[in-house]
């Protein structure tokens, strides 16, 4: 069996985010943005910093067999996935990028590789199927109430003007860019899967919950660090991210809570085999 993969791949990433990391922090003007977005962008290294001895742990655990360890892995690499994709894009060329398309790379590597090799039939027999329409619900409404919230800044400007929330060179802004290309549409269907009762839902229902706390965790340090420099946060993006943290957290834990034993051979060995 390949065990080197899933233990191997987190600690070249662990390498990776502490030195990206550290970087962001330690460097003068690191992210060459002005004083709002730097602050976000540190209070955001801070969070992932927190994130790389869980990726670490469940990474372990997912090697030892561990379904809700696996599940934690994947959902650690969606949010690194999509956290570096909007350093990649958004941030102007410093001499971390190589860092962060490396980040970028590896993660959404591992994070397909991961997702593949699971048996969805296996796997589906852990979960306690009661309450996963009132979740699918929970992630059709948030995702619905994003893709509007941002929407609701880019329409008004289809004729002329530009978004009050813009990149840097009046570029688009990398946060739409990554929620309306691939979160939203993740989530949304996520959601809708969960509601019909699709056998991959319950897998990818925890991936992208704890895809959705990690990134809700890393809005709150960064509208934290806007306080705390006399600023003013979004504050329904906050409150909206405040809300689900605690659902999705709520959901998490009672899901563990009654998590069962998946059957032989839920995870395969390689992402190609038959």
Known sequence: MRTWWTEGVSWL???????????????????????????????QDVLTLATIPVLLWAARRSRAGSLP??????????????SYLVYAIGVPQ???FLLYTSVLALSVAALIDGIGRIDVRAASAAFDRRRHKGVGWFLVVFGSAFAAL????ILPTLGGGLPSAIGVGELPNPVYVADLA?????VVMTGAALVRGHVAAPVLGAVVLVKVVTLG????AMAIAILLDGGEPDWPVVALFAMMITVCTTVLAHGA???????AGWLRETLWER
């Open 13 to 43: 990433l662990a390498a990776l985010l502490l030195t990206a990391t550290l970087y962001g922090l330690l460097a003068e003007h690191a992210y060459r943005l002005s004083r709002s977005l730097e602050l976000q962008g540190i209070a």
């Open 69 to 82: 360890g696996h599940l934690l892995w994947l959902g650690t690499l969606a949010y690194l996935a999509y």
């Open 94 to 96: 410093n001499p971390a």
């Open 150 to 153: 941002w929407l609701s800044d």
């Open 182 to 186: 691939f979160a939203v549409p993740a």
């Open 217 to 220: 965790l890393a809005i709150t």
């Open 257 to 263: 809570r009654r998590l069962g034993l998946p059957a």
